[in-house]
């Protein structure tokens, strides 16, 4: 009779199959309930005469109890008796309040210690966007719009994809109409404040931009919108500036309109060596000459008027009667710097 009674006990257990500890583990005659003192985190603690054993422990299942799981009631995850019928995917106890944007494995984002977010970074690098510069500031929401502030539904790697409106409401210049790259990584420096265009990002090989072209406004050169056929000599650019300079006058002294020819391309264009006046008007970095003077002004001598120099204000040449003993042979000699040009173009003897 009595091993009948155990019998039915056990197929009749309300806890299922699987829970095969004794009853009086958890209950006593007086109810129900299990002792608080006998329900540790996980552990089952049952006292004896000889001590304590553990009686059941959920650390030892496919589910252990640990961070806020571990002070929950059973009943608050096992609305039945039969315990093992309780899942142990998230999403059978917890609602889904990103509506399936980020599966139904909370594990990925949050422990069970809190619901914080601790590896935002690590996730969008697995999902093949790295939160670099820029967008490791940005809120969740700048880039997640929805109607709910927890829905994050996914949005593409594509710059275009968050970046649209903004790259259609430039007009400084116009994107859109120039046909710009729809990939920001071209022309924008992730990291800098503002997206400021960064020089050396884009293709500008065709017309590099070093010192003083090294310019953060496109419209600068680019003023009527048109990214194709600008001209890349100094004068189309610069054409004010040469007709503006009065000091000394590059028009009226028919200065050449290749701005590198006197300025280095620097910011504030400072003046550099003349290296070509060897070629195209006199030699004074070569010959004779090289090494012979320090200032224009000492063979320019009417300022601002470089069409005028002088031959016979320096070194040997500015003794009359010497130079006329020396010229006693050349007929129609003249005592003049024009004179001497028309004779010695190349500065020799």
Aim: with cysteine; aromatic share 10%; glycine share 8%.
């Amino acid at each position: 009779m009595v091993c009948f009674f155990h019998g039915f006990v056990a197929s009749q257990n309300p806890h299922g199959e699987k829970l095969t500890i004794d009853c009086a583990s958890c209950h006593s005659p007086e109810g129900w309930a299990i002792a608080s003192s006998a329900w540790n985190a996980g552990e089952l603690v049952i006292p004896t005469k000889t001590g304590n054993e553990k009686g059941f422990s959920h650390n030892e299942t496919n589910f252990p109890l640990t961070g806020q799981h571990a002070n929950l009631d059973c009943r608050e995850c096992h609305d039945n008796l039969v315990f093992e019928e309780a899942e142990a995917s998230c999403i059978s106890c917890h609602t889904d309040m990103h509506q399936m944007t980020v599966g139904n494995d909370c594990t990925r984002c949050h422990s069970t210690e809190n619901w914080l977010v601790d590896n935002i970074d690590e996730l969008h690098f697995e999902n093949g966007f790295p939160l670099l510069g820029q967008h490791a500031t940005a809120s969740c929401n700048e880039c997640h719009t929805s109607e709910s502030a927890v829905r994050f539904d996914r949005i593409g790697n594509d710059c275009i994809n968050c970046h649209l409106e903004d790259f259609q409401a430039t007009t400084s210049p116009d994107h859109q109409a120039a046909g710009y790259s729809t990939n920001c990584m071209d022309c924008h420096d992730v990291a800098a404040e503002g997206w400021f265009w960064t020089s050396g990002t884009a293709n500008h090989n065709f017309f590099p931009l070093t010192g003083g072209h090294e310019i953060q406004d496109c419209n600068a050169c680019h003023s009527n919108g048109t990214f194709s056929g600008t001209p890349t000599d100094c004068f189309a650019c610069h054409e004010e500036d040469y007709l503006a300079t009065t000091s000394p006058n590059h028009q009226a002294n028919g200065f050449p309109t290749d701005c590198s020819v006197c300025h280095a391309i620097e910011p504030g264009w400072p003046a550099q060596d003349f290296a070509q006046h060897d070629d195209l008007y006199f030699p004074i970095f070569s010959g004779k000459h090289k090494g012979e003077w320090n200032d224009c002004i000492e063979c320019h001598t009417v300022a601002g008027d470089f069409k005028q120099f002088s031959c016979i204000d320096c070194h040997e040449h500015n003794n009359p009667s010497k130079l006329a003993d020396k010229h006693d042979d050349v007929g129609g000699y003249q005592y003049n710097s024009q004179a001497c040009y028309q004779c010695h173009p190349k500065g020799e003897e």
